[in-house]
């Protein structure tokens, strides 16, 4: 036998490698199945994964590594079993003879671990190198092993396996390339740990989230060795009878046994197993296709051409091939191949139109740059120039530009892109030239909506507010009676622009709102990147965090994936926020990666607006000299920006008013509200100069009304909290008047914690299916956002023990699902943010204790009964910890305070009713002395003084016979101020 099963061998984690917390929750929580296999080629981190989910469940594991000859099936089950055994402490018989067939072995084998007390994990790792008995051992064990048993795999394909019966039935999880390469940003945190955060993009776009790619890239050691190098010492490890031919299957982009066949590729029959096993970066995308990584097809093409001849052959017959598949895009690539220029001119005819109003700017950059340019005629280089500025390469869209111009072939359109491009690199009174210099090369009658875009932005850039409106109301007009949808979207994307410096704050939201929704309606996604990107910055304003975060999240991949400018952008929206949230550090260290990523683009205005920021921090931080350094650079980016005037005589009135300078502090925050600023700018000043105007006796009228217009309704804006130190109260920045109570928006959860549990959406009863999941749904609903430890402490009463951290992870997991099978349209019911739990801030709350909390605020006579109404009997009381008690305890004294208040106001002129309510406290209560009295109270109101003395009659006998007690000196004098005879 030469595979060994092994506990104590799990192997030991490297020393830089990366945590998949996402894929170790996958597998721990999919108890259910019976075989979890993770099928992919080498260099994606299946043992490793393995590993690390053995070494960090609680369930016992057995490991049981593959060598390169066949497993002996007898000796491995008896070790298995002796090895399980010993997981589960007890003593078992074994004896597997060698006469048996494997599979029966195997069978027997199961058998036996069918009657441990413990379930167990069995780890198989590089199934690929088992021989085919113990294969046929593998088989039987996966088929025959008890409910609660599990099988978990590793290998680089199912080829070997036969998984198909598991997956018809349910009980099998397949983990591919596609799960286990690195995510986006799990490329970025692995880099990150190695100290380089620049490239962590281009990388995992190079690498295709290769995690041995990454990995090597990581390591440093690509100055001498690249990822490529992994590739071709797999390549180089492959029989000479495939090693050439495999270099011909460079000439397409998908793999497969009958794309070889057709182009007449002599590999030999086992080509596409013997690579798999070869660990080459191939991902399955289904119906038999393999899509090869761009590093393995780099290597190939290189090495086919060394032979020109075959490459002009293979790549003519691939073109031919894939075109009459209407794989037009593959198409173009191998009549470029195949210098067949005519040919790919007229597959790119059909491809770019498709992608222009798809907005794929990437790929059209892709496309085009690999025309040569002597192909290309001027109307393709102006599409490949805007291809380019909208992918981060500005200079370079502007070089082609600027060419074209100066030959006089640039048309109104390629204008526009000019236009822009000199806008964003910081010119916009050049921006505005040129814009209207395209508007003259018009014909009589032709209209280019994009110029008259170009106009608006410089104008408003400038501070040209009301030469910009007619402009953006053109537009707005034409796109509306004449315009395509996609120039309705132009329209209101600059409508909201100008909206939001004329600070009509309530209307730009519901244009940005209609722009997103007709974008989403077109299905481009690429151009609500910039609308989105704004809408989260107004969330977080308005204090919706959650929201903002969720959308900044939705464009960051995008963004990503496409290679937008706007990347820059959205790093810088993610600071703001966590400026917003006093995370000072991070907001920092964000604000750094965004202007490395606006300097690589050219992006000059924006790294003015990102220093600006960074001023900002540091002014927070008490860093002046930096804070100075740091501004001075900002201001000689964006001296041609009027609204980058702002932030001097902001930071200077804050620390003026640091310094104590009332007076000289409010006219340098004048001067910010003077010109339109951003709006977290404009709020915090006005908020600054309202605290200011209180303190010095100046009329604060009008300086309230403009706050109140800023925050548009939104007076929890984190932003208010940002110089609160600096203002005498809190309070004296938010309106005067509180706004009415703003209706429920969103779905409603209602919860009933008195009396017993109950949850419910509109009527339907919400099914909780662990007693555990309602402790800290009502934890969370009574305590709001909450730490693991905190919750755990209480519902553990403070056993800090794995098994229970294990138990509230399975609590939580269960709750999200329950509460997502009422609530689909809610992302994540329980999200953990940072360090906490919470109830998602899209469901509505209503929660019966609030009621009763209410009537103690504002003991009306409609709250009071509202609330001793919802006291059906004690707080959760199936639940025995003291957490629950303490609650129990409160809301049911409350709840009598409630009644005895109720009680005492109805006493004289309705004490029937007074009396229900005596009576209903002492259910509560059965030995209650104000309630006692209040029915000896009513008793003589209702029948004079027979009646009270019965009623106390009653409570003596409960006070001595019951509790043993002696009767209340209180009660009894004033039952007898009453007439009863009380002795």
């Not at 070869?278 to 399955?284: H, M, N, R, V, Y």
């Not at 920021?613 to 900002?634: H, I, N, S, W, Y």
Request: charged share 25%; aromatic share 6%.
């Amino acid at each position: 036998m030469t595979g060994t099963p092994t506990h104590p061998w799990i192997p030991r984690p490297l020393r830089f490698e990366l945590a998949r917390p996402h894929l170790i929750q996958k597998l721990s929580e999919t108890l259910h199945v019976t075989v979890v296999a993770l099928l992919a080629p080498s260099g994606y981190g299946k043992s490793t994964l393995l590993a690390q989910y053995a070494r960090s469940t609680l369930r016992p594991v057995v490991w049981v590594s593959c060598k390169e000859d066949a497993l002996d099936p007898w000796q491995l089950s008896e070790m298995l079993l002796q090895m399980a055994a010993q997981q589960a402490d007890v003593q078992v018989q074994t004896g597997f003879t060698t006469t048996l067939p494997a599979a029966t072995t195997a069978r027997r084998l199961a058998a036996e671990l069918s009657r441990l007390n413990t379930n167990l994990d069995f780890v198989f790792d590089d199934v690929d190198l088992m021989g085919e008995e113990a294969l046929q051992w593998l088989h039987a064990f996966m088929g025959s092993v008890g409910e609660g048993h599990r099988v978990l795999l590793c290998a680089y394909g199912p080829e070997n396996l036969r998984l198909a019966r598991f997956l018809a039935e349910g009980t099998a999880l397949i983990l591919d390339t596609h799960e286990l390469a690195f995510h986006p940003e799990e490329t970025a945190s692995f880099l990150q740990l190695r100290g380089l955060r620049f490239t962590q993009e281009q990388v995992h776009h190079q690498l295709e989230g290769w995690p041995a790619g990454i990995a090597l890239y990581a390591a440093g050691a690509t100055q001498h060795y690249h990822p490529t190098d992994l590739v071709k010492e797999a390549v180089g490890r492959l029989p000479r009878a495939l090693q050439k031919p495999l270099c011909e299957l460079a000439v397409v982009r998908m793999w497969s046994e009958e794309v070889v066949r057709q182009l007449e590729i002599p590999l030999p029959e086992d080509w596409l197993e013997t690579l798999l096993h070869a660990g080459l970066p191939l991902t399955p995308v289904g119906n038999a296709l393999f899509k090869p990584h761009q590093v393995l097809l780099s290597h190939l093409g290189k090495e086919l051409q060394r032979d020109p001849e075959r490459l002009q052959v293979l790549s003519e017959r691939a073109a031919t091939l894939l075109e009459r598949q209407g794989e037009q895009g593959q198409a173009y690539h191998a009549y470029l191949q195949a210098r067949r220029y005519t040919d790919a001119l007229r597959v790119l005819e059909q491809l770019v139109p498709q992608l222009e109003q798809q907005k794929d700017f990437r790929r059209l950059r892709e496309l085009l740059e690999k025309l040569p340019e002597s192909c290309r005629a001027h109307p393709l280089t102006i599409t490949l120039a805007h291809s380019l500025i909208q992918t981060g390469a500005i200079r370079q869209g502007r070089v082609l530009l600027e060419s074209l111009r100066g030959q006089g072939k640039l048309t109104p359109e390629g204008y526009a892109f000019l236009a822009s491009a000199t806008g964003r690199q910081g010119n916009p009174e050049q921006q505005l030239q040129l814009a209207l210099e395209g508007k003259n090369r018009l014909q009589t009658g032709e209209r280019c909506p994009r110029l008259s875009w170009q106009v608006a932005s410089a104008l408003m850039t400038l501070g040209r507010y009301s030469e910009a409106e007619p402009e953006v109301e053109s537009l707005l007009q034409h796109a509306e009676e004449r315009g395509t949808p996609d120039e309705l979207g132009m329209a209101l994307t600059m409508q909201q622009y100008l909206l939001f410096a004329q600070e009509r704050y309530a209307e730009q939201k519901q244009v940005l709102t209609r722009a997103v929704r007709l974008y989403d309606s077109l299905g481009l996604a690429a151009q609500n990147i910039p609308l989105l990107l704004m809408l989260a910055e107004i969330e977080g304003l308005e204090g919706q965090m959650e929201a903002a975060s969720s959308h900044l999240q939705q464009i960051r991949r995008l963004a990503l994936e496409e290679g937008s400018v706007y990347l820059p952008q959205i790093t810088e929206c993610h600071a703001t926020l966590k400026f917003w949230e006093d995370e000072l550090t991070t907001a920092l260290g964000l604000l750094e990666d965004a202007l490395k990523q606006a300097e690589d683009m050219g992006l000059r205005l924006f790294c003015a607006q990102i220093q600006y920021r960074m001023c900002d921090v540091l002014l927070r931080q008490g860093k002046p000299e930096l804070f100075q350094q740091t501004l001075e650079e900002a201001e000689r980016l964006g001296a041609s920006v009027p609204l980058y005037g702002t932030y001097r005589p902001f930071f200077e009135g804050v620390q003026a008013l640091q310094a104590g300078q009332l007076q000289e502090a409010f006219a340098l925050l004048r001067q910010v509200t003077e010109r339109p600023p951003e709006r977290q700018y404009l709020v915090r000043a006005l908020a600054l100069m309202l605290d200011i105007a209180k303190r010095l006796g100046l009329d604060s009228t009008p300086i309230q009304s403009r706050l109140d217009q800023a925050l548009a309704g939104c007076t929890s804006s984190p932003v208010l909290q940002l110089e609160q130190h600096l203002r005498l109260s809190a309070q004296e920045v938010k309106p005067e008047e509180t706004p009415p109570a703003k209706p429920l928006q969103g779905p409603v959860l209602n919860l009933r914690t008195l009396g017993g549990f109950a949850a419910e959406r509109d009527g339907q009863v919400l099914r909780i299916s662990l007693s555990r999941s309602v402790e800290v749904l009502v934890w969370l609903a009574v305590h709001g956002p909450s730490t693991r430890d905190s919750i755990v402490d209480a519902l553990w009463e403070g056993s800090s023990e794995e098994k229970n951290y294990d138990y509230f992870r399975v609590a939580v997991r269960r709750l999200r699902a329950d509460l997502q099978a009422v609530f689909p349209e809610v992302d994540n019911p329980v999200p953990f943010d940072g360090s906490v739990y919470r109830l998602s801030g899209q469901l509505q709350l209503q929660l019966d204790l609030h009621t009763i909390q209410q009537a103690m605020e504002q003991p009306s006579a409609e709250h009071l009964k509202a609330a001793l109404d919802l006291y059906r009997g004690d707080f959760l009381p199936e639940v025995e910890t003291e957490w629950a008690s303490v609650l129990r305890e409160e809301y049911r004294e409350k709840t009598i305070h409630i009644g005895l208040k109720l009680a005492t106001e109805k006493l004289r002129e309705h004490p029937l009713e007074a009396m229900t309510l005596y009576r209903r406290i002492l259910k509560i209560d059965p030995y209650h002395q104000g309630a006692y009295l209040g029915v000896m109270e009513t008793a003589h109101a209702i029948g004079g003084i027979p009646a009270a003395q019965q009623a106390f009659e009653h409570y003596r006998t409960v006070m001595e016979q019951e509790l043993f007690e002696e009767l209340d000196p209180v009660v009894v004098r004033k039952v007898r101020d009453l007439g009863v005879k009380a002795h």
